[in-house]
């Protein structure tokens, strides 16, 4: 009867330790969301106002009337192509990578590498090029880049998946007369669904939560919305209410779309070290 | 069989052609731009030797901005892993509604960086923000920090941020390799009498390294190249107390246009992670 109770005083704890970290590691969220829904009043208040009045939309009316939502559209659109970009080539890429050997060892660990090189270091030089190729501030440029930024991610998440499934199937479908391509299609790519969708949804959110390549390679025509977040910030004051509207916009999306990919959180985030 | 091979071939050669176009052609570009002279007023592409690199060496505000770079990481990283552990080990036995705060737990992760740098701006503001405000109903009278311009300050300010926003990614792979560790050691470690501490020295931790030594390349190579948080919080000031490598690097070239120099820069930045990475890919087993 003691071992019992003492048991459950523990679990009350862990329970209330959970409750209360959970709190904290939301309150920043919270905060940023209320915020944007504070009248002006209710922003400048001080002290600073705990519960909004309201859920009143006026900060986000004045980002739709002024045309800067449409930086959420741009990121949108970017982040969505580059994703169907990277994710086709990348599958491809890791099938041959994986049934093949194609290039061995020493080409799979060239490409994982490419995803450790800081962007800092190649968005300069990248810039020139896309100068001297006019493709700064453009669709085309922002969505090659990320495309070509997810393709080492792609292919590694891809090629771990492609080597769990097991391969007699696509001996089986080449004995009945399928060409390499129609095995890709109709026995690789289905049997990897689970695996191509929690792919792209970790590509999406790479090219969407991107700041510093559309900071260098936009100007005004394909700003993103993190870019337009930093807008915002003034010399003398901030601008809080655009600032926390625009912010989520920009992440409530996410929110919603790693909402239901919770299963393959584990395995997306530590680059497939973690089967999950 | 040399169908096969073009087959082959024809998947890879696109990725590969867009990973040399976006990734290799920059390489070279460096290369080639690192030893010449281009600034923004002159563009001198004459051999210039590795007056660039010389520059570099004696060039302090460059070193300081390394200095900074390690600081921060090597502050946040130990701090993002004990915290990481310490909430998975809250979590890896059993308790109501596991699945939910896990959930809510891991959404700082998915926030875009530079959007949790803004948020922690709101947060850290000296009038308006929440944080300010505690500290005084805690102090009990009226308190103004100005955390994101005292020089003492800013530092525990991006730390806060970079932690919050990190520790749960930690926190996740930490829970996933906990709950893979196999229970029939822990119940004959309990049986034989080890102790906590020896069961965790000598079980837990050696199988969960795998993991956690991916989980410490990869934030290490972010902090690495940390931007994001620091340029929404301080944009590097108060003056250059919270440069990063990369914060200078993007000053250099995309503020004062020193393009030859920019390019020494990251050249070395690319070279030092190379040489790292290498070595930590072959110590780490990534994947299979």
């Not at chain 1, 005004?220 to 509207?245: L, M």
């Not at chain 2, 990481?84 to 939910?100: E, S």
């Not at chain 2, 119940?187 to 080890?194: P, S, V």
């Amino acid at each position: 009867m003691k071992v019992q109770h003492r048991r459950q005083v523990t679990q009350a704890a862990r329970l209330a330790g959970a409750v209360l970290l959970t709190v904290g590691f939301l309150f920043p969220i919270y905060w940023l969301f209320m915020m944007s829904f504070k009248t002006a009043d209710e922003i400048y208040a001080y002290p600073p106002v705990w519960w909004p009045s309201g859920l009143q939309l006026g900060n986000y009316v004045v980002l739709f009337k002024d045309g800067d939502a449409r930086a959420v559209w741009n990121s949108l659109v970017v982040s969505s192509l580059s994703t169907l970009a990277a994710m086709f080539l990348g599958t491809i890429c890791a099938y041959s990578l994986a049934r093949f050997k194609t290039g061995g060892d020493h080409l799979a660990n060239w490409i994982i590498s490419q995803r450790m090189v800081p962007p800092i270091a190649v968005v300069f030089p990248i810039f020139l090029l896309y100068v001297w190729f006019h493709w700064v501030d453009t669709y085309f440029g922002l969505i090659l880049l990320y495309t070509a930024f997810n393709l080492p991610y792609v292919i590694w998440m891809m090629r771990g998946y492609i080597l769990d499934i097991p391969i007699a199937l696509e001996q089986a479908a080449l004995v009945d007369g399928y060409t390499r391509w129609q095995v890709l299609w109709k026995v690789v790519f289905p049997m990897c669904r689970a695996g191509l969708f929690a792919t792209a949804v970790f590509t999406f959110v790479f090219a969407w939560n991107d700041f510093i390549f559309a900071l260098v390679l936009t100007r005004t025509e394909v700003t993103t919305y993190t870019v337009q977040v930093t807008h915002y910030f003034g010399g003398q004051s901030n601008f809080w209410a655009k600032i926390s509207a625009m912010s989520v916009l920009g992440t409530v999306p996410i929110f919603i779309v790693v909402g239901f990919m919770q299963r393959y959180l584990v395995r997306g985030i530590s680059l497939g070290a973690v089967k999950g | 069989m040399t169908r096969d091979r073009q087959f082959q071939t024809t998947l890879i050669a696109p990725s590969i052609f867009v990973l040399l176009l976006i990734g290799v052609f920059p390489l070279v570009y460096l290369l080639v731009v690192s030893f010449q002279g281009i600034t923004m007023t002159a563009n001198d592409t004459s051999f210039h030797g590795l007056r660039n690199f010389a520059q570099l060496m004696q060039d302090t505000r460059a070193w300081e901005s390394l200095l900074h770079t390690l600081v921060f990481t090597g502050v946040a990283l130990p701090l993002e892993l004990v915290l990481g552990l310490l909430m998975a080990q809250l979590f890896i036995d059993h308790l109501p509604g596991r699945p939910v705060f896990v959930a809510l737990l891991v959404l700082p992760v998915v926030v875009s960086p530079i959007v949790s740098g803004a948020t922690w701006s709101l947060m850290f503001d000296n009038r308006f923000g929440p944080i300010n405000q505690v500290i005084g109903w805690l102090a009990g009278r009226e308190v103004t920090l100005l955390w994101t311009i005292q020089p003492n300050l800013v530092y525990p300010a991006i730390l806060v941020a970079e932690v919050w926003q990190w520790t749960p990614f930690m926190f996740l792979l930490l829970l996933a390799a906990l709950s893979a560790v196999d229970k029939s050691q822990l119940e004959a470690a309990a049986i034989d009498g080890a102790g906590y501490w020896r069961t965790f020295f000598r079980i837990v931790l050696p199988a969960i390294w795998p993991v956690m030594a991916v989980a410490i390349l990869i934030r290490g190579l972010d902090l690495f190249r940390l931007f994001d948080i620091v340029w929404a919080l301080t944009k590097g000031g108060p003056g250059t107390t919270t440069e990063t490598l990369s914060i200078f690097t993007y000053v250099k070239g995309f503020q004062q246009f020193e393009t030859s120099y920019t390019a020494a820069v990251a050249l070395l930045i690319i070279f030092a992670l190379s040489v790292a990475v290498t070595l930590a890919l072959r110590r780490v087993q990534l994947s299979r």
